[in-house]
């Protein structure tokens, strides 16, 4: 249940379903206050405009990304190893019929530990990936994964995948079950590093010794105002109020 409820949150945390609720709303009111109704028009129009820039969204997320800074070069040797979390790739029927793994735009989040791997050969790696999508297409982002991996050469013994984790929570849940007393061992944690906040809080909770290392950065120290794109804006709205949102969430939820 609360996977679905986190799915159907994700989908009303989109600045246009509002503004499509608000004019849907002054539509209704045409006829019988026409006034009113003309104004709320204008005024998600005027919205609309502003969601563009940039700048606003990215309010949001650089306190997320500014959160925690990378472990130093020198200090990565000391590490059993990296527990990678899923949210790079694209839909599963690409490969499929395509016979490539699709890329997405976090995709730092699987060739940043190809370089921690091959400069710490002691090093191991987890990732931790199921099926995110409501409905489900029966391929796991770890089976992705394993087939990217695999064709690119790395050493799949130093490799393992947890496939069963659809959210954050079950992330943190299934790999500590899985890593058993081991999760009390140093992990780097390697996942964008908006979302980084919200995995460190689950892992801890989960009992595992994660060290944050974020990739995938979104923001600059600064945004200028000229930075205007209704998509990426849009893109980076929701982003920035998931996140937010889903801490809160998580923490009020958690343990029950």
Not at 52 to 58: H, I, L, N, T, V
Not at 107 to 113: G, Q
Not at 191 to 203: L, Y
Request: hydrophobic share 45%.
């Amino acid at each position: 249940m609360f996977f679905i409820l986190s799915k159907i949150f994700s989908a009303v945390v989109q600045p246009l379903f509002w503004l499509c609720l608000w004019w849907f709303a002054a539509l209704l009111l045409l006829k019988r206050r026409h006034g009113l109704a003309l104004g709320m028009l204008w005024s998600g129009q005027a919205l609309l405009v502003l969601l563009g820039f940039q700048a606003f969204p990215d309010m949001l997320l650089r306190p997320l990304e500014n959160r925690y800074a990378p472990p130093r070069a020198e200090s990565i040797s000391a590490y059993t190893g990296m527990i990678v979390l899923g949210g790079a790739t694209g839909y599963s029927g690409v490969y499929h019929d395509r016979g490539q793994v699709p890329l997405g735009e976090a995709s730092e989040r699987l060739f940043v530990p190809l370089g921690l791997l091959r400069h710490h050969p002691h090093l191991q790696l987890m990732f931790s990936g199921g099926e995110g999508r409501l409905l489900a297409t029966g391929t796991t982002e770890a089976e992705l994964v394993g087939a990217l991996y695999a064709d690119m050469g790395v050493n799949m013994r130093r490799v393992r995948l947890e496939s069963g984790s659809r959210n954050t929570r079950e992330n943190a849940q299934m790999v500590a079950a899985l890593l058993g007393a081991r999760c009390n061992e140093g992990w780097l944690l390697v996942t964008s590093a908006f979302h980084m906040p919200r995995a460190v809080e689950e892992f801890r909770a989960a009992g595992c010794n994660v060290t944050p290392y974020p990739v995938d950065y979104w923001t600059s120290h600064a945004t200028p105002w000229t930075e205007y794109s209704l998509v990426s804006s849009l893109a980076r709205w929701q982003t920035a109020l998931h996140e937010w949102i889903g801490i809160l969430v998580y923490r009020l939820t958690r343990g029950s």
